[in-house]
C-alpha cells in the first residue's frame, strides 16, 4: 500500500499547519509532530519532511531523529518541504538537507511563512530585533503565509507520490477504460463555479474518445455556462479491497450547437430520429465531453502484475 508518512518541526504553527492541510490530500498518510514520530516507518513508502527555517538550528530536530533511531530512506520517496521567509534561505536549506538524508533525488519545494512578534518567545523576539536592526527592516510582523500556495503544494505532493511505478503499455490502459465506459452508461457529471457545485447521475455514451451526454436541461447547465472544465466518474459498487473499479475523467465540456452535424450524429447514434426531436416543445441539449486526464482504479490491473490505479492521458 501506498501509504505517506508526514514529520513536520515547527515552532509556532505555521509547518504544522502545511502538516495538517496535507494530509488527507496524500492520505492514506499520517501527519506527527517530530517530537512524537514513530521510531519505526516501516509501513511507510513515502516521507514528507516539513521544517520552517531557524537559520542553523533549521530541521535540527528532525535530522537527530533520523541519526538516532537509524532511519533509512534509500528505498522510500521522499519530498523536503521548507516553511520560512526567504526562498533564497529556503532553496539554501532544502539543498543542504536533501545531501545531509542523501536523497538527492527528492522534491523540494518552498512555502513562505509568516512570523507574528506577539506570538514570540522572548529569546526568539530578542534574536529578531537584533536581526531586524542589522538589515536596517522595521521590527515587526513578516510574510504572508497563503493557504493556496499549500493547496498547490498538495497537488504536486500528490501527483509525486502517486505516478504509478508499474505501468502497462498506453494501448492496454486505454482499451481497459474505454471497455469499461462501454459496458456502462451512466455516469456522475460534476460542474460548477465557484461555491456552485453539482454533480449530475446521467446517461451518457463513449464515442470516439469523448463522451456525450443528451439532456432536456438543469441546474449543471449553471456550472457549464461559467466554466467549461467538468469531472466524470463512472464506478462499480465497492464490494472489497480486491475488486475496486472507479474511473474518473477530467476534461473540458462543450454543449454543442443544435442542429449542428455531430448533434445530429449523436442523436442518430442514439436511435433517436430527428423529426421527433425538432417537434418537441423544448429545446434538446447535448453536452460533449473532451477528455484531457482519466485516472483509473481498477483491481484488474494488480492482477496483470501492474499498480492498480493507471492514468491516460489521451493526445
Ligand atoms: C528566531 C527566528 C529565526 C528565523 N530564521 C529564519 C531564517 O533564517 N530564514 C527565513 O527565511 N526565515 C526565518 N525565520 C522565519 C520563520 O521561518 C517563519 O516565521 C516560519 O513561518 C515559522 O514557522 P513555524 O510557525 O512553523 O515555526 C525565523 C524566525 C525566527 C523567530
Same mark, same amino acid.
Given at each position: 500500500m501506498n501509504?505517506?508518512?508526514?514529520?513536520?518541526?515547527?515552532?509556532?504553527?505555521?509547518?504544522?499547519?502545511?502538516?495538517?492541510?496535507?494530509?488527507?490530500?496524500?492520505?492514506?498518510?499520517?501527519?506527527?509532530?517530530?517530537?512524537?514520530?514513530?521510531?519505526?516507518?516501516?509501513?511507510?513508502s &513515502?516521507?514528507?519532511?516539513?521544517?520552517?527555517?531557524?537559520?542553523?538550528?533549521?530541521?535540527?530536530?528532525?535530522?537527530?531523529?533520523?541519526?538516532?533511531?537509524?532511519?533509512?530512506?534509500?528505498?522510500?520517496k521522499?519530498?523536503?518541504?521548507?516553511?520560512?521567509?526567504?526562498?533564497?534561505?529556503?532553496?539554501?536549506?532544502?539543498?543542504?538537507?536533501?545531501?545531509?538524508?542523501?536523497?538527492?533525488?527528492?522534491?523540494?519545494?518552498?512555502?513562505?511563512?509568516?512570523?507574528?512578534?506577539?506570538?514570540?518567545?522572548?529569546?526568539?523576539? &530578542?534574536?529578531?530585533?537584533?536581526?531586524?536592526?542589522?538589515?536596517?527592516?522595521?521590527?515587526?510582523?513578516?510574510?504572508?503565509?497563503?493557504?493556496?500556495?499549500?493547496?498547490?503544494?498538495?497537488?504536486?505532493?500528490?501527483?509525486?507520490f502517486n505516478t504509478p511505478k508499474f505501468i502497462p503499455p498506453t494501448?492496454i490502459t486505454?482499451?481497459e477504460?474505454?471497455?469499461?465506459?462501454?459496458?456502462?452508461?451512466?455516469?456522475?457529471?460534476?460542474?460548477?463555479?465557484?461555491?456552485?457545485?453539482?454533480?449530475?447521475?446521467?446517461?451518457?455514451?463513449?464515442?470516439?474518445?469523448?463522451?456525450?451526454?443528451?439532456?432536456?436541461?438543469?441546474?449543471?447547465?449553471?456550472?457549464?455556462?461559467?466554466?467549461?472544465?467538468?469531472?466524470?466518474?463512472?464506478?462499480?459498487?465497492?464490494? &472489497?479491497? &480486491?475488486?475496486?473499479?472507479?474511473?474518473?475523467?477530467?476534461?473540458?465540456?462543450?454543449?454543442?450547437?443544435?442542429?449542428?452535424?455531430?448533434?445530429?450524429?449523436?442523436?442518430?447514434?442514439?436511435?433517436?430520429?430527428?423529426?421527433?426531436?425538432?417537434?418537441?416543445?423544448?429545446?434538446?441539449?447535448?453536452?460533449?465531453?473532451?477528455?484531457?486526464?482519466?485516472?483509473f482504479l481498477y483491481s484488474k490491473f494488480k492482477n496483470l502484475g501492474f499498480d492498480s490505479k493507471q492514468i491516460y492521458?489521451?493526445?
Amino acid at each position: 500500500m501506498n501509504v505517506t508518512l508526514i514529520l513536520y518541526e515547527s515552532r509556532y504553527g505555521t509547518g504544522k499547519r502545511v502538516a495538517n492541510f496535507i494530509c488527507p490530500v496524500l492520505g492514506p498518510a499520517k501527519f506527527f509532530d517530530i517530537d512524537d514520530a514513530p521510531q519505526d516507518i516501516k509501513h511507510y513508502s &513515502n516521507v514528507v519532511l516539513v521544517f520552517s527555517l531557524y537559520g542553523y538550528e533549521s530541521c535540527k530536530k528532525i535530522l537527530n531523529y533520523m541519526e538516532e533511531n537509524q532511519i533509512d530512506f534509500s528505498k522510500k520517496k521522499v519530498a523536503l518541504v521548507c516553511v520560512g521567509l526567504s526562498k533564497k534561505d529556503g532553496e539554501k536549506e532544502l539543498y543542504k538537507i536533501k545531501s545531509i538524508i542523501n536523497k538527492e533525488d527528492a522534491l523540494c519545494e518552498f512555502i513562505e511563512g509568516e512570523m507574528c512578534i506577539n506570538k514570540l518567545s522572548k529569546d526568539d523576539k &530578542n534574536k529578531i530585533e537584533v536581526f531586524c536592526n542589522k538589515v536596517k527592516i522595521p521590527f515587526g510582523d513578516l510574510g504572508k503565509f497563503n493557504e493556496d500556495s499549500v493547496l498547490e503544494l498538495s497537488k504536486k505532493l500528490r501527483e509525486y507520490f502517486n505516478t504509478p511505478k508499474f505501468i502497462p503499455p498506453t494501448n492496454i490502459t486505454k482499451k481497459e477504460i474505454e471497455d469499461f465506459l462501454n459496458r456502462k452508461n451512466t455516469c456522475t457529471l460534476a460542474t460548477g463555479y465557484e461555491d456552485y457545485i453539482r454533480s449530475t447521475p446521467i446517461e451518457y455514451e463513449y464515442y470516439d474518445g469523448n463522451i456525450y451526454i443528451i439532456s432536456e436541461g438543469g441546474l449543471k447547465f449553471i456550472g457549464l455556462s461559467k466554466n467549461k472544465k467538468v469531472c466524470i466518474c463512472v464506478y462499480e459498487n465497492y464490494t &472489497n479491497m &480486491n475488486n475496486l473499479c472507479g474511473l474518473q475523467i477530467s476534461g473540458d465540456a462543450e454543449v454543442l450547437q443544435p442542429w449542428c452535424e455531430e448533434y445530429i450524429q449523436a442523436l442518430n447514434r442514439k436511435g433517436l430520429k430527428i423529426e421527433n426531436i425538432s417537434k418537441l416543445p423544448f429545446d434538446m441539449n447535448i453536452i460533449k465531453v473532451i477528455p484531457d486526464k482519466y485516472e483509473f482504479l481498477y483491481s484488474k490491473f494488480k492482477n496483470l502484475g501492474f499498480d492498480s490505479k493507471q492514468i491516460y492521458i489521451p493526445k
